[in-house]
């Protein structure tokens, strides 16, 4: 069974630019939530789809978006992008409630 | 979702068990304990979780406190694969599904 697949694993950008990531979930499970990783904050929740809803959002600009299409695969979306957004962007995918997380690898973003 | 208190670092002797504590003094009567670790260069990985009884799988066992104000993750034998950094996280089945990990403990494993 293919695991979380996040593209692309690298990224680098420039202020004010706008970016797209993807994630393709295990076959089978309906949630994708997305976390941002820094050496400062640790791993902190961006938001959680489920069936193509959002269903849990964290306390984070509006800069940052996302969606989840009906085939469960998800993209999150940063506008405006700042130097304070570099850092790695894990999606997760679950069965669903008290289901155990399963992680991609992540993309690092970096912003310049 | 409540915080979860962890030691910043624990080293460990390869071979050896390690008890990774977690004090969660906020707890909720519906907060799942779940673990997560982390390797260097990969996304977290699920390692146990559990609600109120103690919970063995072929990675770990998870202890949790009677009054479920704390649990402990214990390696039984530490490999140097084990080195990570090991996430206690609380979540609630009613509220949603948002996971808040902390900075969790990061485990140096020596041979």
């Known amino acids: 069974k293919a695991g979380v697949t996040q593209t692309p694993r690298y990224l680098i950008k420039t202020r004010g630019q706008q970016v797209t990531l993807s994630c393709s979930p295990i076959?089978?499970?309906?949630?994708v939530s997305w976390y941002q990783q820094t050496p400062g904050q640790g791993l902190q929740f961006l938001f959680e789809y489920f069936s193509e809803t959002q269903r849990n959002k964290g306390n984070f600009p509006g800069r940052f978006s996302g969606r989840q299409f009906s085939n469960s695969r998800s993209e999150m979306n940063v506008s405006t992008l700042e130097l304070g957004d570099s850092a790695l962007y894990l999606c997760?995918?679950?069965?669903?409630?008290?289901?155990?997380?399963?992680f991609g690898n992540g993309t690092r973003l970096t912003v310049t | 979702d409540a915080k979860t208190t962890q030691p910043n670092s624990m080293e460990s002797n390869e071979e050896e068990p390690v008890h990774l504590p977690c004090n969660h003094s906020t707890i909720s009567g519906t907060d799942y304990i779940h673990w997560y670790r982390q390797l260097p260069s990969q996304g977290p990985e699920y390692v146990i979780h559990?609600?109120?009884s103690n919970v063995n799988n072929r990675m770990a066992s998870l202890a949790i406190a009677e009054d479920r104000k704390s649990s402990t993750l214990i390696l039984h034998r530490a490999t140097l694969r084990d080195a990570a950094v090991y996430y206690c996280?609380?979540?609630?089945?009613?509220?949603?599904?948002?996971?808040?990990f902390g900075k969790g403990t990061s485990l140096l494993v020596t041979p």
């Open positions: 559990g609600l109120t």
């Open positions: 076959s089978g499970h309906r949630s």
């Open positions: 997760a995918s679950s069965l669903g409630h008290n289901s155990p997380l399963h």
């Open positions: 996280i609380l979540r609630d089945s009613n509220s949603g599904y948002a996971l808040n």
